[in-house]
């Protein structure tokens, strides 16, 4: 019995075809092959721009302060593949790096003044907290601690908000950005410069 076995060939699974098994073409599908897409293939979708808006994750790294820079540099080597790409790819592109510049540049423009206030009014001192140099400082201090975790919690904010748009396949508007990069005027537009 397990000699009849042995020598009968192995048959596939039900629903596959056997091996070595070639179908056969009409003289029509020879002529004009099937046009589309190969099966099981599909076309990517479009780029959106929410791997921009993803990237936002990485300001909160461990590392402080690191975060600050490394991401307006990401968000930029991604930009050109994003400005080839145009439409709401390039324009997300656009708005998250707008976003990270902005906020790179409120904790920069406020650690140098409260720093600058802090060198120029203690001249190699120290200041007293009640004095006028000390409530400088503090103000000073304040507005950097408000850059830096408002612009924390404005970044999760925006960070949402942009990766829900640009699912969508719809441009986001960050609160607060400054339009560091503007988009591309069309050929033809009258410029704002007479």
């Known amino acids: 019995m397990s000699d009849q076995r042995a020598q009968q060939p192995q048959q596939p699974p039900q629903g596959y075809a056997p091996q070595g098994y070639q179908p056969q073409q009409s003289s029509q599908e020879a002529a004009h092959p099937q046009q589309g897409f190969a ?22 790294m461990p590392i402080p302060l690191v975060s600050l820079i490394i991401v307006p540099l990401v968000l930029m080597g991604l930009r050109g593949g994003a400005v080839r790409n145009g439409g709401v790819d390039e324009a997300n592109s656009r708005a998250a790096l707008n976003w990270s510049l902005s906020w ?5 423009v406020t650690a140098a003044l409260h720093f600058g206030m802090l060198f120029a ?74």
């Open 39 to 60: 099966p099981g293939a599909f076309p990517a979708p479009p780029a959106t721009g929410v791997r921009h808006w993803a990237w936002q994750l990485l300001y909160w």
């Open 104 to 108: 790179l540049l409120s904790v920069l």
């Open 121 to 194: 009014l203690t001249n190699g001192g120290s200041v007293s907290g009640s004095s006028p140099q000390g409530i400088v400082l503090a103000i000073t201090g304040t507005l950097l601690a408000l850059a830096f975790f408002g612009g924390g919690i404005l970044t999760i904010i925006n960070l949402i908000r942009g990766w829900m748009a640009a699912a969508r396949g719809e441009v986001a508007r960050p609160w607060l950005a400054i339009p560091f990069l503007r988009a591309a005027r069309p050929a033809g537009a009258p410029s704002a410069v007479a």
